[in-house]
């Protein structure tokens, strides 16, 4: 799968428009990458779970899309109904509802919720009675880079105890969902939850539930600095061949939040300093660890990197402006020496980027320009389409 990047030549000619830094984000990547997940799990619908990146030109492509959605409070229930979502599109897939979400959630009619424990269903029960709940449980996979399943998930021993005592209260449990954690390159930890879910859902069965519902949460890997090569269709192939397997007459559903936005977002900054103490070359950059470089920090992030220059090569530090230690990008990396006004290019930068970047030390946040209102796409288009021109008439 391609990844959405910039070239050289986009990068200058941008950069000669705007001011650095800023996010380039190219929604067709996002339709792509939606496909390409509805092409390679078939037998799953897709919530986009929008934290990751709720940019509104990525959100209102897969609104036109007919994607659904994932949403954790009421700002992100506001952000989506705002925008014409239903409340039927959307699961408030946060385990710990507060009540401004709940109270949102009823107003807009969005009736889905996950929870892990005793505590939510009285919560729930008084503010959207009868409402379709999921137990969320946890899963182990130590594969994943985030491990969600410290945090969140009732025991599995502990499912259809809830379930029912969901019920008693009022609620309509109609399923199960897990999340393995985020960037898992195992496809076994998915095949093992379905199977343990398996188990709840007879388990279920056997006294007198009967679920409907299954939702295999996101992690769905991007390639990154440090793992270059991720070929997510395998491992979603094998995913979708088990749900057909083991849940053929179950709505099954994903939570995808990086995969559909991580490869569409690059993130171009200019070096406005440099440090020659040390053993290695530093270069300051004008975006920070505060600000779209906060995966990093939050997300254990290493976004793949690209510096434009021309001289010799030898390992160099790249450093964020904030007069913070902390706020170092990358150590030894390969670089040619740059000057002042060198430009840098950080791609797979869409996911947990813009939304957890701060304003410290008063930098603002980085601007995100869509790719598909730039120019530069255009010509980038006609250069395709005349080079497929060519192709075609090579052939002939
Ligand atoms: C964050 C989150 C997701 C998305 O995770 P990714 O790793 O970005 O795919 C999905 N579901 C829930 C409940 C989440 O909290």
Known sequence: MKEFRLTEHEVMSLSSRMPTPFMVASTDKIEENYRFMR????????????????????????????????????????????MGVDGSRMIYANTVKNISGLKMAAKIGLNRFTFDEETEIDKMAAYVPGADVLLRISVHNSKAKVDLNTKFGAPPSMACELLMKARDKGLNPIGIC?????????????EEALLLCHGIFDEAKRMGLNLTDLDIGGGFPVPSLDCPHVDPAPMMDAIDRQIVRLFPNTAVWTEPGRFICGTAVNLVASVIGTRSYGDEPWYIIDESIYGSFSGIMYDHWAYPFTVFGHGEVCPSTFAGPTCDGIDVLYRSFQSPRLSIGDKVLATNIGAYSTVSATRFNGFEIAPTVIWEEQPECLSRKDTEKSSDERISAEAI
């Open 39 to 82: 092409h390679h799990l078939p037998h799953a619908g897709i919530y986009y779970a929008i934290k990751a990146n709720p940019t509104p030109a990525i959100l209102k492509r897969l609104i036109g899309l007919g994607a659904h959605f994932d949403v954790a409070s009421a700002g992100e229930m506001a952000l989506l109904h705002g």
């Open 178 to 190: 897990f999340h393995v954690g985020s960037q898992s390159f195992s496809t076994a930890a998915y």
